[in-house]
């Protein structure tokens, strides 16, 4: 008796491996199968701010007014947070909160939790969603506010280290970047800045330690 060991092979791709083909080809534009799941939910995402911050008042939450019909512009309108008296619950439109009545849903702040959700962002910690940024220019800034006051963040050391490095990196990429721009090309005798310098100079002047020299 004779065994056989090999490996089966199809002549046609079914249709899985047609769209796994499709899906995952390496193209300007990646899609891939994580694809599938991005495009919808950004959909709905962004059809969710621009729903909330176009019509849905925070009033009942805040005390704000945050949309385009109640006379907000592009930087103060936003997707408010819900009322921290529902801490972290999904308010889901068909949940106990809102129970499949839209209106009172975008009240209780169900839009924010349908943005967040949809946008995949992550939890910070925090007691409820009422203290996560709300949706928007202005409303970033209140959300630092709470922050800092419940917090305390900027008298956090590492947050001060953090800050220090990133400034002080920024700082001395500039100096350095400018003070080697100087010696790049030879001092001339032209009138203003422009006409200081030869760019067609035979050889450059750069010195590493001209150009640190402070």
């Not at 972290?88 to 499949?100: D, F, I, P, T, V």
């Not at 969603?129 to 590492?158: D, E, Y």
């Not at 400034?167 to 010696?183: F, K, P, R, S």
């Not at 067609?200 to 330690?209: G, L």
């Amino acid at each position: 008796m004779t065994i056989a060991v090999g490996k089966f092979t199809k002549d046609e791709k079914d249709l899985f491996d047609s769209m796994d083909d499709w899906l995952r080809r390496d193209r300007f534009v990646f899609v891939g199968w994580s694809g599938l799941l991005l495009f919808p939910c950004a959909y709905f995402a962004l059809g969710g701010w621009f729903t909330g911050k176009t019509f849905v008042t925070s009033w009942y939450t805040h005390g704000l007014a945050i949309s385009y019909l109640e006379g907000c512009n592009f930087l103060t309108a936003a997707v408010s947070t819900p009322a921290n008296s529902l801490a972290h619950s999904l308010l889901l439109l068909w949940g106990l909160e809102a129970q499949g009545d839209f209106t009172r849903w975008c009240q209780l702040g169900g839009l924010w939790t349908f943005v967040a959700l949809h946008g995949a962002f992550t939890l910070i910690g925090q007691s409820g969603w009422f203290f996560t940024p709300s949706f928007g220019v202005a409303a970033i800034f209140r959300f630092i506010l709470f922050f800092q006051g419940f917090h305390n963040w900027t008298l956090n050391p590492f947050h001060m280290m953090g800050v220090a490095g990133v400034l002080g990196a920024a700082l001395l990429c500039a100096i350095h970047g400018a003070t080697v721009e100087n010696t790049l090309f030879e001092d001339g005798d032209g009138a203003n800045t422009f006409r200081a310098f030869n760019p067609t100079q035979a050889k450059e002047t750069y010195s590493m330690v001209t150009a640190n020299r402070f």
